[in-house]
């Protein structure tokens, strides 16, 4: 089945630490976007890449770093400079070619830093 | 700029209730708008969405109509089961911008 797979589905990190989330996905989409969810927050789009090779900061890209070596592969590093990792991250992918097209989303990393 | 304005929960009610959850947005242009759901320890999924106004998006009982006069896509069910308990995210999509835009969500909860 096609899909978006994240992991792991749990993270547990220290202070100071850098870390990286997975996110896979086999749909062949080409844009694809990280999420962070908070309480009361609703979603913000951190950094989001519309093609291998390039990608674009959110709305609150600081602390994190993304790379888009494969079409299929966007994982993200949260870096020892992002104030408040605690959060659940989400992925998600869509295929390009129509604007109103949905986004396809994975299960979520919860990361907690301590 | 765009936004999406949702009720706040969470939103009770008791298992054949109508549903409504309220969701109002700010939107240059013609933004083509969606309704998200959430499960517990899940990512979100389209329920349902609609690109003009006057249309019409529906699933699973689930309904919404854009309306392009009072900036309103109110999702809607007639009779909700336990299983609807979830977090509903209302988001739009403006044209030419590969960004969607989210609500804060609303967290319904469904007792039998």
């Known amino acids: 089945d096609g899909g978006i797979t994240q992991s792991p589905k749990y993270l547990f990190r220290k202070e100071g630490q850098n870390v990286t989330l997975s996110c896979e996905q086999n749909?062949?989409?080409?844009?694809m976007y990280w999420y962070r969810q908070d309480p009361g927050q609703g979603l913000r789009l951190i950094y989001y890449s519309q093609i291998v090779n390039d990608f674009q900061k959110g709305d609150i890209a600081e602390g994190y770093s993304v790379s888009r070596e494969k079409k299929e592969s966007f994982p993200l590093t949260v870096t020892s400079a992002q104030k408040n990792p605690t959060a659940f991250y989400l992925c998600?992918?869509?295929?390009?070619?129509?604007?109103?097209?949905?986004?396809?989303f994975g299960n979520g990393t919860r990361l907690t830093v301590t | 700029g765009n936004s999406v304005t949702q009720m706040e929960g969470p939103v009770t009610l008791s298992e054949e209730a109508f549903l409504t959850i309220n969701c109002t947005y700010t939107?240059?242009?013609?933004?083509?708008l969606f309704w998200y759901v959430q499960y517990p320890g899940e990512g979100l999924q389209l329920l349902l969405k609609?690109?003009?106004?006057?249309d019409k998006g529906s699933n699973k009982g689930f309904e919404a109509t854009y309306r392009k006069e009072t900036t309103s896509f109110h999702l809607e069910k007639g009779s909700v089961q336990v299983s609807d308990s979830a977090v509903y995210f209302c988001?739009?999509?403006?044209?030419?911008?590969?960004?969607?835009?989210f609500g804060t969500g609303t967290r319904l909860l469904v007792s039998p």
């Open positions: 939107a240059t242009g013609y933004p083509s």
């Open positions: 609609a690109t003009k106004a006057d």
């Open positions: 988001a739009l999509q403006n044209t030419g911008f590969q960004k969607l835009v």
């Open positions: 998600a992918s869509r295929w390009i070619p129509t604007d109103n097209s949905p986004l396809h």
């Open positions: 749909l062949n989409h080409d844009a």
